[in-house]
C-alpha cells in the first residue's frame, strides 16, 4: 500500500509538476503591494488605510486590525 505522500507525488508527476515549476513570485496584497516584513510597516500600511477608508464600519475594522498587530508586536519584541 502506497502512503498519501507517494501517492500525491504520483499526481504530481503525472501532471508534470515539480519542485521547479513553484512560482518564484513575490506575495502580493489586494493593492499589489510585496507582502510587509516588519509589524511597524504593517501599522504603517493599515495607519494609511484607515486614512483612506470612507466608511465608518471599515475604518473600525482597519483601527481593530491595527491594536492586534501593536498588540502581536509588543509580545514579540517583550524579553522572555
Known amino acids: 500500500m502506497k502512503s498519501v505522500a507517494e501517492k500525491i507525488g504520483e499526481l504530481k508527476a503525472e501532471a ?3 519542485a521547479e515549476a513553484r512560482p518564484t513570485t513575490v506575495p502580493r496584497n489586494q493593492l499589489g503591494q510585496p507582502a510587509t516584513k516588519t509589524p511597524e510597516e504593517a ?7 484607515a486614512a483612506d477608508n470612507h466608511g ?12 492586534e ?3 502581536a508586536s509588543a509580545t514579540m ?3 522572555s
Not at 501599522?43 to 488605510?49: D, P, Y
Not at 465608518?56 to 491594536?67: L, Y
Request: aromatic share 0%; charged share 45%; net charge positive.
Open 56 to 67: 465608518g464600519a471599515n475604518r473600525e475594522r482597519i483601527r481593530a486590525q491595527i491594536s
Open 69 to 71: 498587530e501593536r498588540r
Open 43 to 49: 501599522i504603517a500600511r493599515l495607519e494609511e488605510k
Open 16 to 18: 508534470g509538476i515539480t
Open 77 to 79: 519584541t517583550e524579553p
